[in-house]
């Protein structure tokens, strides 16, 4: 028989593995403040095999606006620029031979928007896969009542996956404020 705790933990562990693709889906979302996780998507033609560019330069954020490499190799130059120039980021490196910096423009307010509603997107997406969570959980409860288990700690373990689901999907919505804060600050 499926046990009880078994079933509401492993409930929890999906609906925090949505919090976590949940956070790391806004943290590449540009808000217009400098942030080296934008970079984290980007790789880099090193000597002939494609790594991420933390791994062939030094990333740093001297203020808010900008955000600078500092490859460990010079000859990686040409290669971060053009990966960089290649990636859905849209700006435009500067070079000046000791360092790559990168501008963070302030978007324009359509661009916030546009951004906001992105968030809102993923914000969604994680929502339904609590919600999915929930959902095979109380389905494994279902399947324990048929098989043994009272129907009284059956709808205990609902009423505390419900508990559970409520708390993430309200954990969901404050990381969604919080973002679209972020965004609409210019």
Same mark, same amino acid.
């Given at each position: 028989?499926?046990?009880?705790?078994?079933? @509401?933990?492993?409930?929890?562990?999906?609906?925090?593995? !949505?919090?976590?693709?949940?956070?790391?889906?806004? !943290?590449?979302?540009?808000?217009?403040?400098?942030?080296? #996780?934008?970079?984290?998507?980007? #790789?880099?033609?090193?000597?002939?095999?494609?790594?991420?560019?933390?791994?062939?330069? !030094?990333?740093?954020?001297?203020?808010?606006?900008?955000?600078?490499?500092?490859?460990?190799?010079?000859?990686?130059?040409?290669?971060?620029?053009?990966?960089?120039?290649?990636?859905?980021?849209?700006?435009?490196?500067?070079?000046?031979?000791?360092?790559? #910096?990168?501008?963070?423009?302030?978007?324009?307010?359509?661009r916030?928007?546009?951004?906001?509603?992105?968030c809102?997107?993923?914000?969604?997406?994680?929502?339904?896969? @609590?919600?999915? !969570? #929930?959902?095979?959980?109380i389905?494994?409860?279902?399947?324990?009542?048929?098989?043994?288990?009272?129907e009284?700690?059956?709808?205990?373990?609902?009423?505390?996956?419900?508990?559970?689901?409520?708390?993430?999907?309200?954990?969901?919505?404050?990381?969604l404020?919080?973002?679209?804060?972020?965004?609409?600050?210019?």
């Amino acid at each position: 028989m499926i046990e009880v705790s078994t079933c @509401i933990n492993e409930t929890q562990e999906k609906m925090d593995m !949505a919090i976590m693709y949940l956070e790391e889906s806004l !943290a590449h979302i540009r808000a217009g403040k400098a942030n080296p #996780r934008i970079l984290d998507g980007i #790789r880099v033609d090193s000597y002939g095999s494609m790594v991420p560019l933390s791994n062939v330069s !030094a990333i740093t954020t001297p203020d808010a606006r900008s955000i600078v490499i500092k490859p460990w190799d010079k000859g990686q130059f040409r290669a971060i620029e053009k990966a960089i120039i290649d990636s859905d980021l849209g700006i435009m490196p500067e070079n000046n031979g000791e360092i790559i #910096r990168i501008g963070i423009p302030v978007p324009t307010e359509e661009r916030r928007k546009q951004l906001s509603k992105q968030c809102k997107g993923e914000g969604e997406t994680a929502k339904v896969s @609590i919600r999915n !969570a #929930r959902r095979d959980g109380i389905e494994m409860i279902k399947k324990a009542v048929k098989e043994g288990l009272s129907e009284d700690n059956g709808k205990d373990a609902e009423a505390r996956i419900q508990k559970i689901h409520d708390k993430y999907v309200k954990k969901v919505d404050d990381m969604l404020i919080e973002k679209e804060k972020e965004i609409m600050t210019v």
